[in-house]
């Protein structure tokens, strides 16, 4: 079950409770029995454990380097222009 962090608007007390998903949200405060009781959303940790989460996890140091002169070359030969038109002879 998850746990929800609440906090009082009226007299700032705040705690932790497990609640299940279905379960409606608290919204009495038990310190001071206010009905200003919300929910405090704070970041989650969250933590990838297991091989391939890392750039270099899944590839040895030959095949990084070797993909990034491909990649070098790729883009130097996309934007070179074509040289058919200066071979080809003109037909008079």
Request: with cysteine; glycine share 6%.
């Amino acid at each position: 079950m998850p746990t929800y962090s609440y906090r009082c608007a009226s007299c700032q007390h705040a705690f932790d409770q497990y609640q299940g998903f279905t379960d409606a949200s608290l919204t009495v405060c038990p310190a001071c029995n206010e009905p200003m009781l919300r929910k405090v959303f704070n970041s989650i940790g969250v933590t990838f454990n297991g091989s391939g989460f890392y750039r270099t996890d899944s590839r040895s140091e030959a095949g990084a380097s070797k993909s990034s002169s491909t990649t070098s070359t790729t883009s130097t030969s996309a934007s070179a222009p074509a040289v058919a038109p200066s071979t080809a002879s003109p037909t008079t």
